[in-house]
């Protein structure tokens, strides 16, 4: 099995140096690709890239949760299929990092989701605050960079706004990724499932009584992944979790485990793209 885990600064350095390659690529070829762009970077299908996108006033209105000061922009980062083509439709997987890691959403993207999602065919999308950190990583400042990185996806590709929309996270990206997803229910998108590794707290039935998408979003697929060793998440209590969910009502729940610990399973992860993938 491969293990993807967050280690070291080092290696946050070396995703950031990967990001800035492939945007700087993806620039280079700008008179001699006839790629599309993402918002106004040129984007080579296969690429990665970063952009600054705006906030609307509801998504200030998001981030300033906790007593944030509102940045200039939200940094949305994108990384797209080598086939891509905007004009057909494509599964996307928004990815949330855990505030207990002390690094940004584009950070897992690139790390944990990127390889598995690609090979499957999905598109990658997150939203971070500039530098520096927030006051507070509330989940309002989550869920406002979030919503400006897909607003921007929505005009840079017009048909994006009907492609079906995946969460993910692990550990505390986990616990976002469950709490949000009703949200972004209930703010149009169709949620088409949600992967969830590591976690310890049941979150979404909060999520879903404060935001209330409705009684169809009981039937979103859940995936949740526990490594048997994992001594952070126990498999106590992502079993715990399980059956919170089920007691709130939702009925589609996989839960499988694997012979590790508090890390991300790619072979569970691209299982789970494919049941949100046929189910949308």
């Known amino acids: 099995m491969n293990h993807l885990r967050i280690r070291s600064a080092a290696n946050f350095r070396a995703a950031a140096a990967i990001v800035c390659i492939v945007g700087w690529l993806a620039v280079a070829a700008r008179s001699s690709s006839a790629a599309s762009?993402?918002?106004?970077v040129p984007l080579i299908p296969g690429a990665t890239v970063r952009a600054k996108v705006p906030l609307s006033d509801l998504q200030k209105s998001y981030v300033s949760e906790g007593g944030n000061?509102?940045?200039?922009?939200?940094v949305a980062t994108l990384a797209v299929p080598r086939g891509f083509d905007p004009k057909k439709t494509w599964p996307v997987l928004v990815v949330f990092s855990s505030s207990d890691h002390?690094?940004?959403?584009?950070?897992?993207?690139?790390?944990i989701y990127r390889g598995p999602a690609l090979a499957e065919g999905w598109?990658?999308?997150?939203g971070d605050g500039p530098a520096p950190a927030p006051r507070v990583d509330s989940s309002g400042w989550r869920a406002g960079h979030t919503l400006a990185a897909?607003?921007?996806m929505h005009r840079s590709f017009p048909g994006s706004t009907k492609w079906?929309?995946?969460?993910?996270?692990?550990?505390?990206?986990?616990?976002?990724?469950?709490y949000?997803?009703?949200?972004f229910a209930v703010a149009g998108y169709r949620v088409a499932g949600i992967f969830l590794a590591g976690i310890n707290e049941e979150r979404i039935t909060e999520g879903y009584r404060r935001f209330?998408?409705?009684?169809?979003?009981?039937?979103?697929?859940?995936?949740?992944s526990s490594g048997e060793r994992d001594m952070i998440a126990t498999l106590h209590d992502q079993t715990d979790v399980k059956n919170a969910m089920k007691r709130t009502g939702f009925a589609e729940i996989r839960h499988k485990t694997f012979p590790g610990g508090h890390v991300v399973v790619s072979s569970h992860l691209q299982e789970a793209l494919r049941w949100f993938r046929k189910g949308s």
């Not at 762009?37 to 106004?40: E, H, L, M, P």
């Not at 598109?123 to 997150?126: G, I, M, P, Q, R």
């Open 69 to 74: 000061a509102v940045p200039s922009h939200t």
């Open 180 to 183: 949000l997803a009703p949200l």
């Open 123 to 126: 598109v990658l999308l997150a």
């Open 212 to 224: 209330r998408p409705g009684s169809s979003f009981l039937d979103t697929p859940i995936f949740l």
């Open 102 to 111: 002390q690094h940004p959403s584009w950070y897992d993207l690139m790390v």
């Open 150 to 152: 897909l607003d921007a």
């Open 37 to 40: 762009s993402f918002a106004g």
């Open 164 to 178: 079906p929309v995946a969460c993910a996270g692990q550990s505390g990206g986990a616990k976002r990724a469950s």
